[in-house]
DNA sequence: TGCTGGACCTGAAGA
DNA sequence: GTCTTCAGGTCCAGC
């Protein structure tokens, strides 16, 4: 069993869930959002992350001298259903660009993404290793669709002790960490597992598999997403 | 430094060159030209080179088991004034076609090309990893354009010892030497060089990059491109 | 075959 | 001016 299944849902009976939700969606934080161009929903089969945010929350090299990053990785990310969806992750030396292709055409069919419309990443609270996916129609609020919705509510939920763990995914993992769900299949719907192996044992130290990982007061920077992304490509 | 650093120019001294000229262009001599399509010159960014000039002059499979045919090579060219311009240079297997594509729609442009304009390739005489390329306004002679009208005057000093050397590249060179160009940088203007590294050792022999050539008088091949390139392709 | 996706490229726009 | 980003393209191997 992976350690991602030992960690699953730990909090599931100690946090008040919001009944849309399946799985421990209140230790989801924001990391960033795009609004889809043309052709992010068309064609090329294939989405285009923004530089600032990949290189902040999806780093390609993984702390090290990690060989997946010249061809890329696989990153398997939640929907709101539970379902989870597999996208080639990759860096275009040609075009300086970080992208999301195989499996992203087949998300934009099964949601029906129009440009225009706005998908958001997010990850787990305490498990980095844990991403998940969401979207939204143009124009909507970030509140109508029941992850964001819950997205908010975790973002105010947020206690200043746990702001201190919204850093970069580089800033508190190791070189010896693997990277997030690589190859790794998820049960298809909400976790069952309630063993907890990560545990909070002071005010300043979570034990979170098997790293004992400071949490600095100091370490002051905003949530990854709080207003969502200020997108300079709106259509329509 | 490279073994065309150490050729260049040097019959710079003992040539009569042409006022115009930067570089030795008394030992260009044509290879073939092209009268410009639409599409040459149009957003599809890329010259096609009609096959039989491809194959002859600027063979891709560099005469052995060379890496570099899969993906294509970096041709250098030097232009009119000795700016280098480097195109890619590949096989398309879907057209079955040769195509300059990257930087191609920046010569394009610095040039002004039009439909039915002419672009011209030449090698020095004696270093075949040297290659020219020049251009002419549709509609005129090769004379009025500098270097075209020297390539001329070469064209006439040509003797018919030297003619043995007008051959296709892969017959006078070995899988062992690297291909002309790739990754090199020359500098912006004409060379200085001197050092003679081609020495004519007798009416059959010229030792070139440290190889002996046999010019065998029996070798009987027009010049490549004696009289201009009989387009299909003219356009107004 | 047609489609997906992998790698490449360019032009426009902004910093 | 130059440099970077990225939207919108290309070709083509594999399925």
């Not at 298809?188 to 300043?204: F, I, N």
């Given at each position: 069993m992976s350690v991602d299944n030992y960690s699953r849902d730990i909090y599931h009976n100690t946090v008040s869930m919001n009944h849309h939700q399946n799985d421990a969606v209140a230790y989801r934080e924001s990391l960033f959002e795009k609004s889809l161009t043309p052709s992010d929903v068309g064609k090329l089969n294939r989405l285009v992350i923004p530089k600032q945010y990949a290189e902040k929350?999806?780093?390609?090299?993984?702390?090290?001298?990690?060989?997946t990053a010249e061809k890329g990785m696989l990153l398997s990310f939640e929907d709101e259903s539970g379902k989870s969806w597999k996208f080639r992750y990759s860096y275009w030396n040609s075009s300086q660009s970080y992208v999301l292709t195989k499996g992203w055409s087949k998300y934009v069919k099964d949601k029906h993404l129009d440009a225009g419309d706005v998908v958001f990443f997010q990850r787990h609270r305490f498990d980095f290793h844990r991403l998940f996916i969401g979207w939204r129609r143009r124009g909507e609020a970030s509140y109508p669709s029941a992850v964001s919705a819950v997205s908010q509510e975790v973002h105010v939920n947020t206690t200043a002790y746990w702001s201190g763990l919204t850093t970069p995914y580089r800033q508190v993992h190791t070189s010896t960490s693997s990277y997030p769900n690589i190859h790794q299949e998820y049960s298809?719907?909400?976790?069952?597992?309630?063993?907890?192996?990560?545990?909070?044992?002071?005010?300043?130290t979570v034990r979170l598999f098997g790293v004992n990982l400071e949490c600095h007061g100091?370490?002051?920077?905003?949530?990854?997403?709080?207003?969502?992304y200020n997108g300079q490509h709106i259509y329509y």
């Open positions: 929350y999806l780093p390609l090299n993984n702390g090290g001298g990690d060989m298809q719907y909400g976790a069952v597992a309630e063993t907890p192996t990560v545990v909070a044992r002071s005010s300043r100091d370490v002051v920077e905003p949530p990854p997403c709080p207003d969502g």
